[in-house]
């Protein structure tokens, strides 16, 4: 039966393009796969005439950011036109002193902004522990992605401060760099050698492009709207929620299952968007590269999160002295930028702990390289010692998630708790029984990260060589797919708390 005009409400159509705090704009939601198809149409049109796709480009960014955090794309933009202005200022300045002055300005605006809508309460939730008069928490809305778009506003100040970057003299660029949609709310932190010397380059989309670009979508869209979501609302939130309720089998799974999931959740995130900026011929840097097939904690970090730990490393812990001050020194940088990288996941003490263990870890892993190195130790490639340190690298970073998702540090010790003293293993059986599809969801996200790299790359080129057709019939397939199994809402990323 054909649908009357008549019957579709103006009102509800165009609420549908406004903004909505309880439905913010994301890439597994039907409303963006819309918008993204129609913007693409247009794109193709405007590809060649740099002008034109570099302004179309950022206003579409604008507008997708005004969809996903309301009107706070104005502080945003205003973040990134006084970093524009400020470093051109600063670039252009020859006295070391003013450049200085220049860079604290600029480092005090972006660490402000950051430390005002992320960590207020927090500051004042300390306050009252020792305050004989409260002070009353502020309503507060924290922007979606400021974490990241402010640490790229730093990266690029800081490498003008330093003379490794050429700042841009043109607005439209740097808004472009800013704003680019894909890495805009989740990352990568994306630095400006990577992505500004393509802003005005001769676009290539070609077959392997968009090859590419659907192979990182389908692999995101499965991680994500299908593996993590699905086993997060079916299984890890019920364990999290109410830890004491489940035996310790359970809570164990539960940890195994958040431990999948958050990576199935933020790699997702990074794999559109990769994906997508290679559909517009764009290359954006690899986010994750396998993090739970490491041997040791730092090779770990090597491979988590790889924007982020290495903007830690560049512009943190580099900066504190590295490894250049002695042992001690450098344990201490290793700790601080440790804590400081888990406060910045949020403002709670959990994030601290978090942060501090892993830092720990670490200092733990470089002082037993630096002793096997010293007795002469050559068996680092044997396969049981490999294995062995697989085995406690997996379960040290599960077992610090346990910190990171729990509610508080009562829920945490309750968890730990069940396992250690009521485990009751004899009922895993009906536990798998009692869940087949949290099991075979978890089964195949372990076997698409455990996957070989060489048949992962086979997989990657059969798509990129096969008939638009067929590539066009594999996103949709695995679109249709996510809306069967996904459940009654679109679930946002869990990076997005960040």
Known sequence: MPISLSAIDPEKLLNLFIYNSKEPLLFNSGLFLLLFLVFMLFYAMLQQHVFSRLLYVTAFSIYFYYKSSGWYFILMMGAAVAAHFLALRMYQTRHQVKRKVFLIVNLVLFLGLLAFFKYTNFIIDIINQFATQKIAFQQIFLPLGISFYTFELISYVVDVYRNKFKPVKSLLDFSFYISFFPHLVAGPIVRPNELMPQIRSKLLIDREHIGKGIFFIVSGLLKKAIISDYIGVNFVDRVFDNPALYSGIENLCGVYAYTLQIYCDFSGYSDMAVGIAFLMGFHLPLNFNAPYQSTSITEFWRRWHI?????????????LGGN????????FNLMITMLLGGLWHGASFKFIVWGGMHGLALAIDKAKNEWLQKIGFTGHQNFWYRAGGWIVTFHLVAFCWIFFRASGFDSAVSIINQITHSFNAEILPQLITGYPAVFLLFALGMLMHFIPQHIESKIMTGIKVSPALLQ?????ITIYAVYQIRSAEVLPFIYFQF
């Open 307 to 319: 924007s982020l730990s290495s903007w830690l490393r560049d512009y943190l812990y580099i900066p």
């Open 324 to 331: 250049r001050s002695g042992k001690f020194r450098q344990y």
């Open 472 to 476: 066009a019939l594999l996103l949709a």
